[in-house]
């Protein structure tokens, strides 16, 4: 396949292009610091035949455009780490949508936050509106903007991201969030990979967990 990775050089942006590579799928990968494009650190990319690097700004609506033009699906790790007020995810999935109308990509599989479910009781009501009440409406705004009925988008929820391998033992739940507090950023770009070869949850916020 071809795949378009958005988020290149985040935790699990850095994790899906080797994995994809391995699998034989053609990859570009799309960053605003494209030298940062690297194996879990340990050497750069570049060279790799099936690798197309593509330096450019999220915010740009034609150059996502230009990277993502002929991709079978795409696939966004792009996630800020600030917990002030912002509407950088939902300009982001606006900008989004757009070029994947301008390019007739209509396959994209993204992660939003487990926080964006009104479920998981007094614990996460009262993280959603304290200390990350900021990051869940942007989460909130961008998977809004995302989810039109024209796309088949698929929006994954997971709660806590941890470094460390993949597990592979998965708790996945249609438009609920999934038990469990943590879920590792291998185990999401596996699962990301292995929706967009085989779609199972297209139109559906998906909960997330090991």
Known sequence: MRLTVLGATGGIGRLLIPMALDQGHQVTAFARAPEKVTSNGAGVLHSHQDLRVVGGDLYNVRQIADAI????AVLSAFGPTT???????RDFGRNLVQALRQTGVARFIHVSSAFC???GGLIYAVMTNTLFRNVTQDHRDADNEMAQPDLAWTILRPPRLLDGPAKGKLRIFDGHLAPG????????A???LQEAVTPRHVQQFVGLSS
């Open 69 to 72: 033009r002929g991709s079978d």
């Open 83 to 89: 917990l002030r007020r912002t509407h950088l995810r």
């Open 190 to 192: 596996a699962f990301m």
């Open 117 to 119: 479910f009104n479920e």
């Open 181 to 188: 507090m943590t879920i590792t950023r291998a185990d999401v």
